[in-house]
């Protein structure tokens, strides 16, 4: 949770990063850039997941034996995620 509040904190596209333990989502400004950002990360092998009233949150589960390294490896692919939906 710290790892992407640090890293998508300064986005203007991203409302809110919010979770609990391992469950984390992060709210973009819309469900069209939610689908894009998923689309991407399914490119990059990161399956994540929508939520939300309008399906503009991310969900990211992942399971409990994910490793710090993969958790780094996710975070830099969501950002670079984020960073091809808002172009």
Same mark, same amino acid.
């Given at each position: ?6 890293? =998508? ?7 809110? +990063? &919010?979770?609990?333990?391992?469950? #984390?989502?992060? *709210?973009? @400004? ?18 994540? =997941? ?7 949150? +991310? &969900?990211?589960?992942?399971?409990? #034996?994910?490793? *710090?390294? @993969? ?17």
């Amino acid at each position: 949770l710290d790892g992407l509040q640090d890293r =998508l904190g300064g986005r203007s596209s991203v409302l809110e +990063v &919010r979770g609990r333990a391992m469950m #984390v989502a992060v *709210e973009l @400004e819309s469900g069209t850039q939610a689908k894009r950002v998923l689309a991407e990360s399914l490119a990059k092998n990161l399956l994540l =997941l929508t939520c939300g009233t309008y399906g503009q949150v +991310v &969900r990211i589960i992942p399971p409990l #034996v994910t490793t *710090e390294d @993969e958790v780094d490896l996710a975070i830099g692919v969501i950002d670079e995620a984020i960073a091809a939906s808002e172009a």
